[in-house]
């Protein structure tokens, strides 16, 4: 989803709905004018049986899906502005109709640094096959209880002004949390071992196509910079220093190494890089 610049001139306020089809936004700028992006995401009228009531979790179920959108939108409306204006816009929400329909005031503010090369480091996460990650700050080894695991993603998001690690739950495995790092996502998966103790099972790391945001989320391996080099070159880059590189779809795995590789899900189109990278200890041949 794209929220087209066009009016010229600088947005003041956003409209966000949802109906029983879909959702939309509304981008009113400070004369006016409104431009309308319809926004992927399924309706408000629940899908049950005809006279089925909606569940006591619909509700929630929409709240989420509205607090999703207002932050697609904030992302691509400052994206807009920024090319545009060379400004960023802060969108400050309010309820008109919790949790469906949303109004936003906006404030324009200096470009982040990040948008510029060489302003600020990213947050460069260095996997290590068979062992686990190196972070700015921290190891995170595939022996690390779940406790420490945890506590090294809050310091993560200490450092990167983000907030808390959000809980999850990950069919297969005992624990799963993740932390924002720019318009990135740092997330752990934990698993019980044979010994009854809870240790690190798996490393994602996952950034959309596009500005990713401050500080940026770089996932390195080998000296790869896995989601910023072209997916093409990456996989080659990989089977001509020997690994056995299975490609299915849009996912490139090399067992190996415990390394899975992801594109956008249809129906996003490709986007000619990988935008998720995993990471788990090598099962055994």
């Not at 802060?90 to 936003?104: K, L, R, T, Y």
Request: with cysteine; net charge negative; charged share 25%.
């Amino acid at each position: 989803m794209r929220i087209e610049g066009g009016t010229g001139r600088p947005p003041a306020r956003v409209l966000l709905r949802g109906g029983p089809d879909g959702w939309h936004c509304v981008v009113v700028d400070d004369a006016g004018g409104e431009r309308r992006t319809e926004l992927a995401a399924p309706g408000t009228r629940w899908s049950g049986r005809r006279d089925d009531p909606e569940p006591p979790w619909w509700r929630q179920r929409l709240a989420e899906t509205a607090a999703g959108l207002r932050g697609l939108v904030g992302e691509r409306l400052t994206d807009a502005t920024f090319g545009e204006f060379g400004a960023e816009a802060a969108i400050s929400w309010f309820a008109v109709d919790e949790p469906v329909e949303w109004e936003g005031l906006v404030t324009l503010g200096e470009p982040d640094p990040a948008r510029f090369p060489g302003r600020v480091a990213p947050f460069v996460v260095t996997l290590e096959p068979g062992r686990g990650a190196v972070l700015p700050d921290a190891h995170l080894l595939f022996s690390t209880r779940a406790a420490d695991a945890w506590t090294t993603l809050d310091a993560v998001a200490e450092l990167c002004g983000a907030p808390a690690p959000r809980d999850a739950f990950v069919c297969g495995f005992a624990g799963h949390r993740s932390v924002r790092v720019g318009r990135g996502s740092l997330a752990l998966s934990t698993e019980e071992g044979a010994d009854g103790v809870e240790r690190l099972a798996e490393i994602v790391g996952a950034r959309a196509p596009g500005w990713g945001g401050n500080p940026e989320l770089r996932l390195r391996l080998d000296g790869v910079d896995l989601l910023d080099d072209p997916a093409a070159d990456v996989v080659t880059l990989f089977r001509d220093l020997g690994h056995e590189v299975v490609e299915r779809g849009r996912t490139a795995r090399i067992p190996a190494m415990g390394l899975n590789l992801h594109e956008p899900d249809p129906p996003s189109p490709r986007a000619g890089r990988f935008t998720t990278v995993s990471l788990h200890f090598p099962s055994a041949p």
